[in-house]
């Protein structure tokens, strides 16, 4: 099996060798999937994607074109891919339902922990030898009561750590965890009370159409006055507009984000010579309340091993005619 490999990142590409163990042929570009890079899988039989990769109507149509049958994400999130299109053209899509869940929300509370702590502003102190304390007041998380939206794999584990740290736990999901109601007093309410009773709220929901926006004016008018905002999971789950107004007037005390709505040609590539024409990341960028750091939550050993072995197991199993219980559309043959 011959397979291109989009957006393939330095960092991973010794991971996806690893875990191949010579199987496949697998060829590297450092180049997104579009409609216009679709051209670039002519003569390969499968394609691996990550996030920042567009499959699109019209780049799934072009890709059945070009004889691709297999698409393996490299993330949990497939909000980037037409399911719908690929299932009815018959090209299978697999993604990587759960590498390191620890990964995430790990980097969730190191979020938290810099932006309550102002350790980013406390460390640029420190590198001019100001070792002034004023201004760099925090809490203490012990019995500061966390909202988590999206309570499941990454949410579960985003509970514990604040369990682990004495916090109160609020919830909310359309699918209720007993486990996290049992072992770390977690009590699943509605979304707006969640907003009104949290000290923090960390976001743990795919990107779909419910949640596409989901904290925007109105929830944060709700909110806790200097509530902190972590969100790990996608940028379009929330208004970045709205939040940017929720910062402005104090309603909201800090942000820390690992996602972007506006990420997708920003984030993974370096812009320090040409500043991106994004107003809206620059006024983020421009907030010492706001901590942004450039979608690599991810980024740990177990994650990309794990990722790599998912990925190329995905292959194995289509390889040999099999299915893959990561599939995330069965062919519909109705092409
Ligand atoms: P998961 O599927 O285990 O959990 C998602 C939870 O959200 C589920 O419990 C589900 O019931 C809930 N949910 C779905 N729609 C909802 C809605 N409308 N309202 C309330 N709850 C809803 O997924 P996970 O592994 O925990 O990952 C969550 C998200 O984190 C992923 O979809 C992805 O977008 C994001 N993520 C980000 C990174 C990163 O590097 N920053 C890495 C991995 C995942």
Redesign the pocket.
Known sequence: MKILVYSAKDFEIPYLEKANRRKYHLTFTKEALSSKTAMNAIGFDAISIFSADEACFITIEKLKDFGVKYIALR???YDNVNLRAASRLAIRVANVP?YS?YS?AEHATSLLLALNRKLIESNHRVDHFNFKLNHLVGFDLNNKTVGI???????AIMSKIMHGFGCTLLG????ENNDLIDKYNLDYTALKNLCEQSDIISL?????T??HQMINEELISVMKQGVILIN???GSVINTEDVIEGLKNGNIGALGI??YENEKGIFFKDHSRHIPNDDLLIKLNAMPNVLITG????LTEEALTNIAETTIYNFDCWNSGKETENELTKPMNTI
């Open positions: 993330s949990v999130g759960a869940p995430i939206i999206g309570t499941g794999k990454i949410g909310y999901d359309i699918n743990h929901v795919p990107l779909n419910e949640t790990t999971a996608r690992d996602v979608h690599h939550a991810f």
